[in-house]
């Protein structure tokens, strides 16, 4: 069964800084990675989305990279700002016949420091 | 840009009753999923619809759950008889194909039982 684990849990960063949340997932047959953010009480918003044969994906200042073969996923965030802050879940998609579902790890909850 | 919507935004109910939730996916979106959120906890997935027929789904979703497309544009999600640990936020998606494309997420319907 897939297992999914972010750290840290939370991450307190000054503005301008640029920070790198980190994902591990417990089995390497995957479709694909995603990551979103969530904002308290509200839905997920999808960032990127990393498929299997992919070693990364950017969006602005956002870069997501991803090593299957050793469980790991980055999210990498450039010059920081307040508005960032939020949580940011990753979430891991098995390649188990049958499985089009989407594991979630717990999230970083993130806060920039004006 | 088209985004997936569910109402109620809220919903307070007593144990043993029971509950719709309803979902609009993006329109030309062939896959539909719902997971929940119990509050402080990772975003779990429910079940998957695909073809008007369910194509996976998790331990959670047990005989009290029910998932229904009734016409072109909706989505439910019935609870038969709530109880108290259904409490949570319940979290529709859609996704256009399969696992090689994002899945886009709903606000959220946040489920309380009393």
């Known amino acids: 069964k897939q297992e999914v684990t972010q750290i840290p849990a939370a991450l307190s960063v000054p503005e301008g800084e640029n920070l790198v949340l980190n994902c591990s997932f417990t089995?390497?047959?995957?479709?694909?990675l995603q990551w979103f953010r969530q904002d308290p009480g509200k839905g997920l918003t999808s960032l990127l989305l990393?498929?299997?044969?992919?070693r990364e994906q950017t969006s602005g200042r956002l870069n997501a990279s991803l090593d299957k073969s050793s469980g790991r996923s980055t999210l990498y965030i450039a010059a920081s700002q307040p508005g960032d802050s939020a949580t940011y879940l990753c979430?891991?998609?098995?390649?188990?016949?049958?499985?089009?579902?989407?594991?979630f790890g717990k999230g970083t909850k993130l806060s920039v420091i004006p | 840009e088209p985004e997936v919507t569910q109402t109620p935004s809220h919903q307070v109910t007593q144990m043993g009753q029971e509950v719709i939730l309803r979902c609009v996916p993006i329109?030309?979106?062939?896959?539909f999923y719902w997971y929940r959120q119990i509050l402080g906890q990772k975003v779990e997935f429910l079940v998957s619809?695909?073809?008007?027929?369910?194509?996976?789904k998790s331990e959670i979703f047990d005989d009290q759950f029910s998932v229904e497309r009734p016409d072109g544009s909706n989505f439910t999600l019935k609870i038969r008889s709530t109880k108290l640990e259904d409490s949570a936020m319940y979290f529709c998606?859609?996704?256009?194909?399969?696992?090689?494309?994002?899945?886009?997420f709903g606000p959220g319907t946040r489920l309380t039982v009393t």
């Open positions: 998606a859609s996704r256009i194909t399969g696992p090689l494309d994002e899945q886009y």
């Open positions: 089995d390497s047959a995957i479709y694909n």
């Open positions: 990393i498929q299997s044969s992919q």
């Open positions: 979430a891991a998609e098995d390649s188990g016949a049958g499985s089009y579902q989407l594991t």
């Open positions: 329109s030309n979106h062939l896959y």
């Open positions: 619809f695909y073809n008007n027929e369910i194509s996976e």
